[in-house]
């Protein structure tokens, strides 16, 4: 289907793509007094797990060569931190208060490492390394379901030793929700599937659904926080992912990712932590058996992440504001629509269409309207569905 709002793939989206891919580059360190600072060249750079004995292969680590604008770290613990350390009414309301912490804004940082292989001609492959000024909002906070968006404000040092202009994009999406009675489970071959969550597996438990940056999901497990003082943490169950950008674009030797997450609020932020095994699943892939490894799956390597959210003080996020003004409608059309397919417990799939693809449509839209000012709602939802018919393959209701 083509319709009237289909957008083409115009210069300046690409160069953004561009732009966004090449800015999530490697993380700055941090000196004394707290600002951010690229005095670390990419060979400086060590890695704890970084195949210290091999000399057969370059494992500078990848993921972009830009630097970004110098920041200021909080410098003392923040209030969300200290509020968690104090008693609360109810196990419920402290879990409640640790999503909530992840709000704000932040300077974010991501690795990672291939640590083992399991093929015979293996050899050890590049580590990830990049970063991101991010302003995390609470969308939605209804209690028992609570909905964090990022959005990125990359700004990048140039040669000259001056500072481009912020470019801004709509990053991940996290979705809480208490007891949740069903999970939206990738089964592979970019099918998703809604499953019920049976009683005795919700009762204190908190589900955790990441979404795309185009707002299509990506994966979702259940897991419970647990806290102790000074400490508040979440753990998934072991969970099914498709490949992410940083892997696909260098990658196409395995079908998924299996693996765990686990959150921890730290005193002036947050961390993100992975353990993931590289799994081929072949055409025994139209289940993914509870998120489980089977044992005619074939394991290609197993990789570890580790994503660092520090809060930050006196960045310019009004970029980011204006953005989400500005496109919050549109994006609440997308989520509503995926909100209806997964409720429906319906098997639903993304399919492209040559270069094009649902990620790319969303994005144009959304950069479309950002830059035009007003759109009428009414066109706005058409260009949702003119996104859902021709990328999103829903299928029969879950029995």
């Keep these: 289907m083509q319709g009237k709002f289909t957008i083409g793939f115009g210069p300046i989206l690409l160069i953004g793509f561009v732009i966004l891919s090449s800015s999530l580059s490697r993380a700055n360190s941090a000196d004394e007094g707290g600002n951010a600072s690229s005095g670390v060249t ?117 040669p000259e030793g001056g500072v481009t202009e912020p470019y801004v994009v709509k990053h991940w999406r996290q979705d809480w929700t208490y007891e949740d009675s069903s999970i939206n489970r990738y089964v592979g071959n970019r099918t998703w599937r809604s499953e019920e969550v049976p009683k005795k597996q919700r009762q204190g438990n908190w589900s955790q659904a990441v979404f795309q940056v185009d707002d299509s999901p990506r994966y979702e497990s259940m897991g419970r926080w647990v806290h102790a003082k000074g400490f508040s943490s979440w753990m998934s169950q072991e969970t099914w992912r498709p490949l992410p950008r940083r892997e696909f674009s260098v990658r196409d030797d395995y079908d998924v990712l299996i693996g765990t997450n686990r959150h921890t609020i730290t005193l002036n932020g947050w961390s993100q932590e992975e353990d993931n095994l590289k799994v081929v699943i072949g055409e025994s892939g139209d289940s993914a058996n509870g998120g489980k490894l089977l044992p005619d799956y074939e394991v290609r390597g197993r990789e570890v992440g580790f994503n660092r959210y520090e809060r930050i003080i006196d960045f310019d996020f009004q970029p980011a504001k204006r953005y989400w003004d500005k496109t919050a409608y549109f994006w609440s059309t997308v989520r509503g629509r995926w909100g209806s397919i997964i409720e429906n417990q319906t098997t639903h799939s993304l399919t492209n269409e040559g270069r094009n693809s649902f990620l790319m449509g969303a994005m144009i839209a959304a950069d479309t309207i950002s830059r035009a000012g007003e759109l009428s709602k009414k066109d706005q939802v058409e260009m949702v569905n003119e996104l859902f018919d021709n990328y999103v393959v829903v299928g029969p209701k879950v029995q």
Excluded: C
């Design 42 to 158: 990419p060979q400086e750079l060590r890695y704890t797990f970084s195949w210290n004995f091999d000399t057969e292969s370059d494992l500078r680590p990848r993921g972009g060569t830009t630097t970004g604008a110098d920041v200021t770290l909080a410098a003392s613990p923040s209030e969300s931190w200290k509020a968690l350390q104090k008693p609360y009414q109810s196990k419920f309301e402290k879990d409640r208060a640790a999503i909530l912490a992840m709000a704000g804004e932040y300077r974010a940082s991501f690795d990672f490492i291939e640590t083992l292989g399991f093929y015979e001609d293996h050899k050890p492959t590049r580590p990830y390394q990049s970063w991101g000024t991010e302003y995390i909002f609470v969308v939605e906070d209804r209690r028992d379901f609570i909905s964090l968006q990022h959005v990125l404000v990359m700004m990048m040092k140039t």
